[in-house]
């Protein structure tokens, strides 16, 4: 069975700082990942996802990941961050399901990203 | 633009009624989610459609059904709304594919059980 762990619920940070957001993630077969962004009370936004190819995807935002297999983590890093970056982050990653074999998100705890002036 | 639309933001009801979650997507999208959001929990999936008509449980189907009589709606049914039911209700649709397609999601619906 398949699943991400984030491993930080809460991460601070001052503003124009780097963040980065760990994401752990279990699979026996080949995977594809996404994070995703949630701000306040709104639901939430592909930020980037790795299907196959180069294992340094960039997203919007100025956000990118690494995806490292032998590791199986994905991290989601960015090099200077701003206080409208402040919100929920969800790693995911996707499976085949069903008789349908329809695409499926399994998803991480959430990490709350908060900037500080 | 893409759209995911869900029929309200806040939704307050009493135990025991029947509870009903609405969204309408307009991309044409084969498949759509529901799913429930809690803190330390992320989100779950509770059930999903790929096709009009068509339904597979989730991780957390207990206590709810689903409806998609049309391409673009699919509801959420909470047959007798329980305090534990109490949550962040999310909406999203997909097109089909291999399993890399991204699912956009409406803005959620917060409900309060009684």
């Known amino acids: 069975a398949q699943s991400v762990t984030q491993l930080d619920s809460q991460v601070p940070v001052f503003e124009e700082a780097p963040v980065e957001l760990r994401c752990n993630y279990s699979?026996?077969?080949?995977?594809?990942l996404f994070w995703y962004v949630q701000y306040p009370n709104q639901g939430l936004q592909l930020l980037l996802k790795y299907l196959s190819g180069s294992t340094l995807v960039k997203g919007i935002n100025g956000f990118e990941a690494e995806f490292n297999k032998s590791q199986t983590s994905f991290h989601l890093r960015k090099p200077s961050v701003h206080i409208s970056d402040t919100a929920e982050y969800f790693c995911?990653?996707?499976?085949?399901?069903?008789?349908?074999?329809?695409?499926?998100?399994?998803f991480g705890q959430g990490t709350t990203l908060q900037v500080k002036p | 633009d893409v759209k995911v639309t869900q029929s309200s933001r806040y939704l307050v009801k009493r135990t025991g009624e029947k509870v009903f979650l609405e969204c309408v997507q307009d991309?044409?999208?084969?498949?759509m989610f529901w799913y429930r959001q809690d803190p330390g929990l992320g989100l779950r999936l509770i059930y999903f459609?790929?096709?009009?008509?068509?339904?597979e449980k989730g991780d957390i189907p207990e206590g709810y059904s689903v409806s998609r009589e049309k391409k673009e709606r699919f509801s959420l049914i909470l047959e007798s709304a329980s305090t534990n039911q109490t949550s962040m209700y999310l909406c999203?649709?997909?097109?089909?594919?291999?399993?890399?397609?991204?699912?956009?999601f409406g803005p959620g619906t917060r409900l309060l059980v009684l």
């Open positions: 459609s790929y096709d009009v008509k068509m339904k």
């Open positions: 995911a990653v996707s499976s085949l399901h069903g008789s349908s074999n329809t695409g499926k998100l399994i």
């Open positions: 999203a649709s997909s097109p089909s594919g291999q399993g890399g397609e991204t699912q956009y």
């Open positions: 991309m044409d999208h084969e498949n």
């Open positions: 699979s026996s077969v080949s995977v594809y």
